[in-house]
């Protein structure tokens, strides 16, 4: 009786160790999937430092470019402009924001760079009609492109803001194709 009592607390401690063990194991890799595989799939977008000036369908637009540099596809890409201005503080702390209307601002899906990608669709011009050089009447004012995108693979959202400080930004200067943020 003892001895079958001794096999089956052994057997019990066994059982145990092996549940403990293979718990442990689980959540160790679970913890490093996460942490080296997904931890790095996020989006990743370049933004121009210009703002070009065209005629676009006979209107003045004004044009900002930004590329898709992640490695996958990208989606749910909202897009904000807004025009700051400080107001009633000696210090210029307080900010008055007011929305920079897009024609664009909501991309459900963008590809990432392919060699099979004749028309460079991971590349995005955004475009408005309002005249921002006119807005624009003091140095203390910017412009703050606020882009939200959304990994493919991992479903993680990261935040891309570009400030555009000054009116020498803007250019009549068109962009040039594909991956290049620079004006020609």
């Known amino acids: 009786m003892f001895l079958l009592f001794l096999c089956i607390k052994i057997n019990f401690m066994d059982f145990l160790l092996n549940l403990i063990v293979g718990v442990a194991s689980g959540v160790a890799a679970s913890y490093f999937f996460l942490k080296f595989f ?3 799939k996020k989006p990743i977008i370049a933004i121009s430092d210009h703002i070009s000036k065209q005629i676009v369908n006979d209107e003045n637009s ?27 503080d000696y210090n210029g702390g307080n900010l008055q924001g007011k929305d920079i209307n897009l024609k664009d601002n909501f991309i459900s899906y963008m590809p990432c760079n392919s ?34 995108a959304k990994h493919s693979l991992s479903g993680f959202n990261k935040v891309f803001i570009k400030d555009f400080l000054n009116k020498e930004c803007i250019t009549d200067k068109r962009f040039l194709s594909g991956n290049d943020l620079t004006v020609n």
């Open 38 to 40: 997904l931890s790095k």
């Open 62 to 88: 004004y044009l900002i470019k930004f590329v898709n540099m992640t490695d996958s596809e990208i989606f749910d890409i909202h897009i904000e402009l807004t025009f700051y201005k400080p107001i009633g």
């Open 115 to 148: 060699n099979n990608d004749p028309h460079n669709l991971h590349a995005v011009r955004i475009r408005t009609t309002d005249n921002i050089e006119q807005m624009w009447s003091d140095t203390s004012s910017f412009i703050r492109l606020s882009i939200i």
